[in-house]
């Protein structure tokens, strides 16, 4: 078992921390498996705080979805992570919590 610095509602500290086996426990703590889809969200969720130094919006990871896996999937990052997009997809990719948001 991997240890990593988190905040008392379980999101990573410090996001450069992150790796794919912190991942992997995270989604395990979700009662997540981990499949292709997942790990392509994940992944551009990555990408994206690479670039930017902060989370992606849940649009911009619905929008790189529906571009990859057509228009029926806009709804896909939900069905991926079905207790929310900040409290499982963005703390199984490393994100700190953000703060202002309301959104899933």
Avoid at 10 to 34: R, V
Avoid at 64 to 92: D, M, T, W
Wanted: charged residues 30%; hydrophobic residues 35%; proline residues 4%.
């Amino acid at each position: 078992m991997l240890t990593a610095d988190i905040d008392d509602e379980g999101y990573l500290i410090d996001p450069s921390t992150w790796s794919e086996e912190l991942a992997k426990q995270f989604a395990n703590q979700e009662d997540i498996q981990l499949t292709e889809d997942h790990w392509d969200a994940i992944r551009f969720m990555r990408e994206y705080y690479a670039e930017h130094q902060i989370a992606p919006d849940v649009r911009h990871v619905t929008k790189h979805l529906v571009e990859r896996l057509g228009a029926e999937s806009r709804n896909k990052i939900f069905e991926l992570f079905p207790y929310g997009y900040v409290r499982q997809a963005c703390k199984i990719a490393g994100m700190k919590r953000p703060r202002g948001w309301s959104t899933g």
